[in-house]
């Protein structure tokens, strides 16, 4: 009997991985499908969300930056 831990991992065919590269929030929930690595689901989603994460510090950065130059401005 062949049971889902002692199974073969599934391997990333170039077609799909060009997709993970090109468009990663889309095709990382395919990811999901049994058969896919713990390690290759966390990296994936890391990458997936990157942007988002690198737009939300910028926005950050520039709004304290802002604030700043507001309150020094105004002294």
């Excluded at 831990?5 to 999901?32: D, Q």
């Excluded at 049994?34 to 890391?46: C, D, E, K």
Aim: glycine letters at 6%; a positive charge; aromatic letters at 16%.
């Amino acid at each position: 009997m062949v049971t889902a831990a002692s199974a073969k991992p599934r391997a990333v065919n170039p077609a799909f991985m060009l997709g993970l590269v090109a468009l990663p929030i889309v095709f990382v929930w395919f990811l999901f499908l049994p058969g896919y690595g713990r390690s290759l689901r966390v990296v994936a989603l890391i990458y997936a969300f990157m942007p988002l994460i690198f737009a939300g510090v910028g926005m950050t950065v520039w709004l304290l930056i802002w604030a700043f130059m507001r309150i020094a401005s105004s002294l």
